[in-house]
């Protein structure tokens, strides 16, 4: 009886540390295989759905893992298979309010089966416009795709997010002309400088430019890819985002990779495994803010920084010390 106790708590115990926190803003850039799915919950509890990959069972299980209780309103960056497959699942079991869309019908079985699972739900479609939509107390400001686009992906619904000075930025697979449009549409502080960033097109040659990413001045990047035949992310994007100075996070090597967001905006970002590649700016890399929650955890030795898989350790991370960072730059155990 007294073990059946005891593991139950424990289940609990593990079950509570997945759902999002009450009071702060969690993003979660989910590891959704070859494909994008971003979490994002309001410090209030208020949930959307922006994309859910390209497996139904993935999803579901991710949803389940991180007890979603509600979706309000669930976001297609664009029709393609990899985006809009997982919202299927969302939709059936939320019934959110709304299913934000770039307006251009698919045209493959998968969306046939979204629309009418949306319908099914009473979830209303709604076309993006530049529009802002509040989250509770969370700013989600639309990049509805600019006039004379013609596919797909050129047509990725955008999503600025943004808590207190915290900003974050999402764009589907928009690609050079659509971005290019932005930009001729709005001067480049409507997109940036953004804390996290998400890697347009999972990393793809033809996603992101240095004149994009010059206006979005991303901190972090965050890329959402998986085993593929198309080379994502291909060297030209990482590239970019090592000259933009950002940390780049990878679904594929680093799992769900969460941010969590103080109100105020400091942010902790944390991966399910491995801790992201650190910006290689000149001068001392941004310390994480922490939010003071986490346990003190101190390390001997790098050797057991390298054994924990918290290597390499920057500034302000749970662990760092200036014992361990020899040459004083910030990063430990490089
Ligand atoms: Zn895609």
Same mark, same amino acid.
């Given at each position: 009886?007294?073990?059946?106790?005891?593991?139950?708590?424990?289940?609990?115990?593990?079950?509570?540390?997945?759902?999002?926190? @009450?009071?702060?803003? %969690?993003?979660? +850039?989910?590891?959704?295989?070859?494909?994008?799915? #971003?979490?994002?919950?309001?410090?209030?509890?208020?949930?959307?759905?922006?994309?859910?990959?390209?497996?139904?069972?993935?999803?579901?299980?991710?949803? @389940?893992?991180?007890? #979603?209780?509600?979706?309000?309103? #669930?976001?297609?960056?664009?029709?393609?298979?990899?985006? &809009?497959?997982?919202?299927?699942?969302?939709?059936?079991?939320?019934?959110?309010?709304?299913?934000?869309?770039?307006?251009?019908?698919?045209?493959?079985?998968?969306?046939?089966?979204?629309?009418?699972?949306?319908?099914?739900?009473?979830?209303?479609?709604?076309?993006?416009?530049?529009?802002?939509?509040?989250?509770?107390?969370? $700013?989600?400001?639309?990049?509805?795709?600019?006039?004379?686009?013609?596919?797909?992906?050129?047509?990725?619904?955008?999503?600025?997010?943004? +808590? =207190?000075? +915290?900003?974050?930025?999402?764009?589907?697979?928009?690609?050079?002309?659509? %971005?290019?449009?932005?930009?001729?549409?709005?001067?480049?502080?409507?997109?940036?400088?953004?804390?996290?960033? $998400?890697?347009?097109?999972?990393?793809?040659? $033809?996603?992101?430019?240095? @004149?994009?990413?010059?206006?979005?001045?991303?901190?972090?990047?965050?890329? /959402?890819?998986?085993?593929?035949?198309? =080379?994502? *992310?291909?060297?030209?994007? &990482?590239?970019?985002?090592?000259?933009?100075? !950002?940390? &780049?996070?990878?679904?594929?090597?680093?799992?769900?990779?969460?941010?969590?967001?103080?109100? /105020? /905006?400091?942010?902790?970002?944390?991966?399910?495994?491995?801790?992201?590649?650190? !910006? %290689?700016?000149?001068?001392? *890399?941004?310390?994480?803010?922490?939010? =003071?929650?986490?346990?003190?955890?101190?390390?001997?030795?790098?050797?057991? #920084?390298?054994?924990?898989? $918290?290597? *390499?350790?920057?500034?302000?991370?749970? /662990?760092?010390? *200036?014992?361990?960072?020899?040459?004083?730059? =910030?990063?430990?155990?490089?």
């Amino acid at each position: 009886m007294r073990r059946t106790l005891a593991l139950l708590l424990l289940s609990v115990g593990v079950a509570a540390a997945q759902r999002a926190p @009450a009071g702060v803003l %969690t993003l979660r +850039f989910l590891d959704v295989g070859q494909g994008d799915a #971003v979490l994002i919950t309001s410090p209030e509890g208020k949930s959307v759905l922006y994309d859910g990959g390209r497996s139904e069972a993935r999803l579901k299980a991710l949803l @389940a893992q991180y007890q #979603v209780p509600s979706l309000d309103l #669930v976001v297609a960056s664009h029709a393609d298979a990899d985006h &809009i497959t997982g919202l299927v699942p969302a939709v059936q079991q939320f019934r959110p309010r709304f299913f934000l869309n770039n307006g251009l019908a698919g045209t493959t079985q998968i969306w046939q089966k979204l629309v009418s699972a949306a319908q099914q739900a009473g979830t209303q479609g709604l076309t993006a416009k530049n529009q802002v939509i509040n989250l509770g107390s969370v $700013k989600l400001t639309v990049l509805a795709p600019p006039p004379g686009m013609t596919d797909q992906n050129t047509n990725s619904v955008g999503l600025l997010v943004q +808590f =207190g000075a +915290f900003r974050a930025l999402i764009t589907g697979d928009s690609e050079t002309p659509e %971005t290019r449009a932005w930009l001729r549409q709005s001067p480049a502080t409507t997109f940036g400088p953004v804390d996290v960033y $998400k890697s347009i097109h999972h990393g793809a040659r $033809k996603g992101d430019s240095a @004149a994009w990413l010059a206006a979005v001045r991303p901190s972090n990047v965050i890329i /959402g890819v998986g085993p593929n035949s198309y =080379g994502h *992310p291909t060297a030209e994007a &990482i590239t970019l985002y090592k000259k933009a100075g !950002a940390a &780049i996070y990878r679904t594929d090597l680093n799992g769900t990779v969460t941010v969590t967001v103080q109100p /105020g /905006g400091t942010y902790q970002i944390s991966a399910a495994r491995g801790t992201g590649t650190p !910006a %290689t700016r000149t001068g001392a *890399p941004t310390p994480p803010r922490t939010s =003071g929650v986490p346990l003190p955890v101190s390390y001997p030795n790098c050797a057991a #920084v390298r054994a924990a898989g $918290k290597a *390499p350790l920057r500034r302000g991370q749970p /662990g760092y010390s *200036p014992k361990l960072d020899r040459d004083g730059d =910030g990063v430990a155990c490089e």
